[in-house]
């Protein structure tokens, strides 16, 4: 079979040390060496069938969103305004939301623009099956989780909602993996929440949860009081159990730690509103969390405390979140406004920029049990993204990547495939 030989000035492993003039064997999907260009050419010169690929710039690991939902990619006019809080963006996301939509279009979209970004694979959370078919029809690797909310334990009980949850999740295209999204602490109720982190261990899926994203949340969860929890009684959802009993006396990771739903197979999105106790119990429960920094700040909420993520040795990846929060589906962009977070409080060490590169490779590989993916190595994937930089000094162009975000990559490549190129690239 072909080998695939891919140049670049600069090739950024992740897991291993930087290559000035480096190269990537691929064959069959896989790849089978990276070292120096000179290396690998003479170690491939006797191949009858090589193809050589010349890029410009620094060639990495593809990129991983571990948050989005590519679905409401249509829905990019509210990712694009200011908003005050949770409860007014939620009024422009529900406006909007409840308009006719093409949903599969619509992930089709945000799928072409994650290529385009050098996105290799997602975590894509949808509420319409159709739009679960996205992902693998752009040739996207990932988990397609369906999201599940609204569910009072009664409403659980006598609807057998179990048995709805597991037919609505097989009718989810596969490929790729599919899995689990309980959508939050507040929108779901104690004992559902519960049932779903049981039926996602038998099922041998992973999980994904909005989790202490709010002080609205966390207002919710502690003492059942707050904007939100008047909001759920005003639109009769008084009756979850936390509304009920006035809340856990909780954090949102304590509470979620108390009903079994933190574990090695399920990572979370957000989790600004935490302490270090929580952190502890995230990173004992092997639990990542992917922070998506510009749609926190779309929302108007506060930033997440990256600094102390990277100082107490939590694992952590990058999402964007949906255009219906975010200004782009750019994930450089996510890494480069989480750079500015971490030195504003205060993390000087000089392994910033590598420890950033991880998070949106490996670190979003990780959080989705994609193990064979996120570097560049032996027998790994052959998910590739190339970026043209300025420097050929792999310092220097790993702190361009890692500063600036690109938001177009050069060429995006999966399963060893071009599946994006820049015509100027």
Do not use: K
Not at 6 to 24: E, M
Not at 291 to 301: D, Q, T
Request: hydrophobic residues 45%.
């Amino acid at each position: 079979m072909t080998v695939e030989l891919h140049r670049a000035p600069v090739v950024l492993p992740v897991g291993a040390p930087p290559i000035a003039d480096g190269a990537v064997a691929v064959r069959a999907g896989r790849i089978l060496a990276v070292a120096g260009h000179d290396e690998l050419a003479r170690a491939f010169a006797d191949e009858t069938s090589l193809t050589r690929h010349e890029w410009r710039g620094a060639l990495l690991p593809g990129l991983v969103n571990a948050h989005t939902h590519l679905q409401y990619t249509d829905m990019a006019a509210v990712g694009q305004a200011a908003h005050s809080g949770f409860e007014t963006w939620m009024q422009a996301f529900m406006e909007l939301y409840e308009g006719e939509h093409d949903w599969l279009d619509s992930a089709a979209a945000g799928a072409l623009l994650s290529l385009r970004g050098g996105v290799s694979a997602v975590a894509e959370i949808v509420t319409d099956p159709d739009a679960g078919s996205a992902v693998h029809r752009a040739g996207l690797h990932g988990v397609v989780y369906w999201e599940v909310l609204g569910w009072t334990d009664a409403a659980w009980a006598a609807g057998d909602g179990r048995a709805r949850v597991v037919e609505q999740l097989r009718a989810l295209p596969s490929p790729p993996e599919t899995g689990l999204s309980p959508h939050a602490i507040y929108s779901l109720d104690t004992g559902v929440l519960r049932e779903l982190a049981d039926l996602a261990a038998e099922l041998g899926v992973r999980q994904h949860i909005h989790a202490a994203e709010s002080a609205w949340e966390d207002a919710y969860v502690r003492t059942g009081t707050g904007d939100l929890a008047d909001r759920w009684r005003r639109n009769g959802r008084g009756d979850f159990a936390l509304l009920q009993h006035g809340g856990s006396g909780r954090s949102v990771i304590s509470y979620l730690d108390d009903l079994g739903a933190l574990s090695p197979a399920t990572h979370l999105a957000h989790g600004i509103y935490v302490d270090a106790e929580d952190r502890r119990i995230l990173r004992d429960r092997g639990v990542a969390v992917a922070l998506c920094p510009r749609s926190n700040a779309v929302i108007g909420l506060d930033p997440p405390p990256v600094a102390a993520y990277l100082r107490e040795g939590n694992p952590i990846a990058v999402g964007t979140d949906s255009l219906s929060s975010s200004p782009s589906l750019s994930l450089w962009e996510d890494v480069a406004e989480l750079h500015r977070l971490a030195r504003a409080q205060g993390y000087g060490e000089p392994d910033l920029h590598a420890r950033l590169l991880t998070a949106a490779t490996v670190g979003g590989a990780r959080a989705l049990g994609l193990d064979d993916a996120g570097v560049l190595a032996p027998g790994t994937r052959a998910d590739l993204a190339v970026f043209q930089t300025a420097s050929t000094d792999p310092a220097a162009a790993l702190a361009e990547l890692v500063e600036t975000g690109p938001t177009v990559a050069a060429a995006t490549i999966v399963a060893g495939r071009i599946r994006w190129q820049d015509a100027d690239a």
